[in-house]
């Protein structure tokens, strides 16, 4: 079965550089997710979509934003990268047809490095 | 605001020995709750899940939980380990809303180690 996939798998940038990570769904999910996992940490929710519309935010900084494009595939832009941008950043889908704990399939996830 | 409680950080074990990883949890109304594995620089993976109806819940790989609302607790058990089972485990809450889904929150995780 298809799962979500994530690119690219890892990422290394200098600090104050810019970095895209993207997100393709499960066919047919319409609602993506995104959390940052720092070192020894418990995922963090950072913005989600549905329909290509935000639909919650979480601690996502000023410096980062997202889009769900037409075909629901979703990518966060991040930009003047600070050291503590360091982390696992997971995607994740799920088809939110308002039916509750619908359940958010989770991708590989992108191991970006700031240095 | 929910919030989950993992109180173990790490937790080690004997393969073949029985396990339970604790979950509290705090939210208003009823939650709806999540375990997820994940081991080293892998993704989530869904374990198991409970919404609603019988609070015993049958997971993959011979996990399963119990919803137990008087001690807000969703501790996950399983009767024999295999050291396949080693892996970081998140207890995770989720609420429902009419928009449909909402975030999940996690718990700071459980890293469990399998001793031969």
């Known amino acids: 079965a298809a799962g979500v996939i994530q690119s690219p798998r890892h990422l290394i940038k200098e600090k104050r550089e810019t970095a895209t990570l993207k997100c393709y769904p499960i066919p047919r999910h319409d609602t993506v997710y995104w959390y940052q996992q720092g070192p020894g940490q418990d995922p963090q929710f950072l913005i989600s979509f549905y329909e290509k519309m935000q639909s919650d935010k979480g601690s996502i900084p000023d410096r980062f934003s997202a889009q769900q494009f037409s075909d629901y595939h979703s990518e966060l832009n991040m930009s003047s990268l600070e050291l503590g941008d360091s982390a696992l950043y997971f995607c994740?889908?799920?088809?939110?047809?308002?039916?509750?704990?619908?359940?958010?399939?989770f991708g590989p996830g992108t191991r970006l490095t700031v240095l | 605001a929910q919030s989950v409680t993992q109180p173990d950080i790490h937790i080690t074990v004997s393969e073949g020995a029985s396990l339970e990883l604790r979950c509290n949890y705090s939210y208003g109304a009823t939650p709806y709750l999540f375990w997820y594995v994940q081991s080293p620089g892998q993704g989530l993976q869904l374990l198991l899940k409970y919404f609603s109806g019988d609070t015993l819940v049958q997971g993959i790989k011979g996990f399963e939980a119990e919803f137990k609302r008087s001690q807000s607790s969703f501790n996950l058990r399983k009767p024999s380990v295999h050291w396949s089972d080693a892996a970081e485990y998140f207890c995770a809450v989720d609420r429902a809303s009419n928009f449909g889904n909402e975030k999940l929150t996690f718990g700071t995780g459980t890293r469990l180690t399998i001793i031969p």
């Open positions: 994740a889908s799920s088809l939110g047809v308002n039916l509750p704990g619908n359940e958010q399939f």
